[in-house]
């Protein structure tokens, strides 16, 4: 089976590239050789690699410059996943599409299911939300998966500045009051290709790793996890601070756990906790600077 990999240099697209099972096949792809807003461009290669399943793992991810620059949003997000399935209907190849829980408000005070209705607050979730539509309005033969508050070690997220911020500065201020699921790269990697072997899988599934927390508590679980590996030299305050008091561009969700026991279910993969992908992904980062 040949999987065409898309965005291949994010940190998701990285750790698909080095983590795909035997015997499956990849071609990773990724700006400058690659672009997935160029219509005639994705339905050309689409049609020479003849892929049996297309993954995309390519997002414009900066929330914030999305409410200012909404037309590269909007063309990453949601005019380039339509290009995708355009070309898959055409070759007959199956999408893998990531999507994100910034497609919810946040008004809700349990997980999130794959059919619960999309609300989305800014332009980066409404950006994800459009991507969405365009592939399930345009091929039947699709997965869309889910995932929220993505890390890994490579590439920029919130476990490698706070990483930098605790070595840098004497203390550290972090919003307390939203909450969520991190979910490690190589988990939803894993939960993909589950779905890349599952040809009959249709539809839209979540992916996080298991438990929720806060920012401010997921940085205390990073500052608790580096002290012990070396990666931070010492302890430095950590303060709760509100949302109001870390004033954006762009409205979060409060509140966006997402639901995964039909994914447990249907992939046959079992869940990590959070604070244990934390602890497997830091250990990694440890053994990858020696």
């Known amino acids: 089976m040949k999987v065409l990999i898309i965005g291949a240099k994010g940190q998701l697209g990285t750790t698909l590239t080095r983590t795909i099972p035997s015997p499956l096949v990849s071609v990773s792809l990724d700006l400058p050789e690659f672009d997935i807003t160029d219509t005639r461009s994705v339905q050309n290669m689409v049609e020479k690699e003849r892929p049996d399943v297309i993954v995309n793992a390519s997002a414009y991810t900066d929330v914030d410059r999305s409410e200012e620059e909404a037309d590269p949003a909007y063309l990453v997000n ?72 993505l890390y890994s070690q490579y590439g920029n997220n919130f476990v490698l500045t706070m990483l930098r911020l605790m070595n840098e500065r004497d203390e550290i201020k972090v919003v307390a009051d939203q ?12 939960a993909i290709w589950a779905v890349v072997r599952k040809t009959s899988l249709r539809g839209v599934y979540h992916w996080s790793d298991a438990g929720v927390t806060s920012w401010y508590d997921f940085a205390v679980a990073i500052q608790e996890e580096g002290i012990q590996l070396g990666l931070i030299d010492r302890e430095i305050p950590i303060h709760p601070i509100t949302t109001a008091e870390f004033p954006t561009t762009t409205k979060r969700p409060p509140y966006s756990a997402l639901s995964c026991q039909k994914s447990w279910y249907d992939l046959e993969v079992n869940p990590v906790q959070w604070r244990v992908a934390l602890r497997k992904m830091m250990m990694e980062k440890k053994q990858a600077s020696k």
């Open 179 to 190: 909450v969520g699921s991190p979910t490690w790269a190589t988990t939803l990697s894993t």
């Open 78 to 149: 949601a005019t380039g996943p339509g290009n995708l399935a355009l070309a898959a209907g055409q070759t007959g190849c199956r999408v893998i599409h990531v999507s994100t829980d910034y497609v919810f408000d946040g008004t809700a005070c349990t997980p999130y299911s794959p059919d619960a209705p999309c609300t989305p607050l800014g332009v980066y979730g409404q950006s994800k939300r459009r991507g969405e539509i365009n592939i399930s309005k345009t091929i039947d033969n699709f997965v869309i998966i889910r995932t929220s508050w």
